[in-house]
């Protein structure tokens, strides 16, 4: 009798929470008159993203790509109503025009229970802000000279490697050759220490490093569309491990630099000179009174988790960004012999890799545009409003608190956009044709206020390390690499399943 009693008390509790949500929770879109894709009880419409069938870059764009004559429409992750932006001025105006109602990610971020999740990437309102403010001038281009010389090291590095990789394997897979690469490149530019990963690929900061973004589908969706069920059950989005050892290494760093006066060009130094100062030492071209820094200090952790967001954005986004750069140079030999055929010119011009010589190669900037045209690191930008608004141009009322999904996959994806989108044609960055396309069509960094603040750092990065495998290899594809490149369903960081394996062959 107990158990009749229990069975039907939950089939009564089911049949409650599904009715609940079947005309509470998801009559949101439909009571404002916007379109929205039908939901599913209980996880709304991200039933195959939470079961890693698809990669959230490839999801929103697929529903972009259906729908995207609504200009913007509804969808649901999980209990949350989600607006799709999918119209470039619409974009526009969430990203800048309207940035006072769309300046949060709406993604996890507790400083208290997981204090690397307080990056500038991360946080919300006036915290971003004030600490934005400080950020900038550490990413100028004078700085980005100052650490040009750590870029350089390590992309002889890289090609030293190879070279000795070379003669004993024909086949490598480059997605983990360049993650040792950038993983070296982000630790000296950001911690001032070296990392050897391309010589001891198992060393700690690599694991650490790779640990991170081994977080399965469905917590990824967790942490970016409904984070109060973490922080409700106090689950951090860093893996304790990981925080730990990372805060470690960064106090370390600091004190050890503090008490013997080491002073280098890296980003390191300049965090340090926060720390201390409350403000970062303008560069020498720049006029001090020009400039009005704010002299609150950051504490230590805050510092730490902005080197760990620089690293962890750093290491994987450049070097999925060169893999996939790769696979395609390898299946467009035609390609691959015109950028080498600039970077042979460049640096018998310049003598050798300088800032200015990688500024020259204004071909390799194409193809690294291209690469993240096609292959946006990022590929899709979160907002949650902040003030509620009436979208311009549209009727749609947009309440305080409702999630937005900008589908950078899909509109760099769009054939309206960009004809033949699968094409890889890096002359879709010649002037002319920049020039006749909508300003918001390319946003694998981002725009508006919250533009990845170390773009110029990852261009460069990218290119170096590029520029030093083409001066020195030619890549064939391995019959071990598919083409299409399949895409691994559980990072949110857009990246080839299996990796990408290449034939290489000294010049």
Not at 58 to 76: C, Q, T, V
Request: proline residues 6%; neutral net charge.
């Amino acid at each position: 009798m107990l158990l009749v009693g229990l069975i039907t008390a939950l089939v009564v509790a089911l049949c409650s929470v599904y009715m609940y949500y079947k005309f509470v929770v998801f009559t949101f879109w439909r009571k404002k008159g916007v379109f929205y894709i039908e939901p599913v009880v209980p996880v709304g419409n991200v039933a195959s993203l939470v079961i890693g069938k698809v990669s959230v870059g490839e999801f929103f764009s697929n529903a972009y790509l259906k729908y995207k004559d609504h200009r913007a429409f509804g969808m649901y992750t999980f209990f949350k109503p989600n607006l799709v932006i999918a119209d470039l001025d619409l974009v526009r105006t969430v990203l800048t025009k309207e940035f006072g109602s769309f300046h949060d990610r709406g993604w996890y971020c507790n400083e208290k229970t997981d204090p690397l999740s307080g990056t500038l990437f991360l946080l919300p309102g006036k915290k971003w802000r004030n600490l934005r403010v400080k950020m900038t001038p550490t990413f100028t281009s004078g700085k980005l000279k100052q650490m040009f010389g750590v870029l350089k090291d390590c992309g002889e590095e890289l090609a030293t490697s190879l070279e000795k990789v070379a003669k004993t394997e024909t086949c490598i897979e480059v997605k983990e050759i360049f993650a040792r690469y950038t993983t070296d490149t982000i630790m000296s530019a950001a911690f001032g220490i070296k990392s050897n990963c391309m010589e001891k690929p198992d060393n700690e900061v690599r694991h650490w490093g790779r640990k991170f973004f081994e977080m399965s589908s469905f917590w990824n969706a967790i942490f970016a569309f409904v984070p109060e069920l973490a922080e409700f059950f106090s689950i951090p989005f860093i893996d304790r491990g990981t925080s730990k050892f990372f805060i470690n290494m960064f106090r370390d760093t600091v004190q050890y630099r503090q008490t013997h006066n080491v002073v280098r060009h890296d980003f390191m130094n300049l965090l340090i000179q926060l720390i201390e100062n409350g403000y970062v030492e303008p560069d020498e071209e720049v006029n001090a009174t020009d400039t009005s820094p704010s002299t609150s200090k950051i504490s230590m952790l805050e510092a730490a988790a902005q080197a760990f967001v620089f690293f962890l954005a750093g290491f994987e986004t450049s070097s999925t960004t060169m893999t996939f750069c790769l696979y395609e140079l390898a299946l467009h030999q035609d390609l691959q012999n015109k950028l080498r055929q600039e970077i042979d010119e460049v640096l018998k011009k310049h003598g050798e890799v300088t800032y200015n010589a990688v500024n020259d190669m204004t071909y390799l900037h194409k193809v690294v545009n291209e690469t993240l045209r096609k292959y946006p690191p990022l590929p899709m930008l979160n907002r949650i409003c902040t003030k509620a608004l009436d979208l311009p141009t549209t009727k749609i009322h947009v309440p305080e608190g409702t999630l937005i999904t900008i589908p950078v996959l899909g509109i760099q994806r769009d054939p309206a956009i960009y004809p033949d989108p699968d094409k890889f044609d890096p002359e879709r960055f010649n002037e002319d044709q920049i020039a006749a396309r909508h300003p918001y069509a390319f946003l694998p960094f981002g725009e508006g206020p919250r533009v990845c603040i170390g773009t110029r750092f990852g261009y460069m990065q990218t290119k170096v390390g590029i520029l030093n495998f083409l001066s020195k290899f030619k890549a064939k594809l391995h019959p071990q690499t598919p083409v299409p490149l399949s895409i691994d369903a559980a990072p949110v960081i857009l990246t080839p399943k299996g990796g990408v394996h290449l034939i290489i062959e000294p010049r």
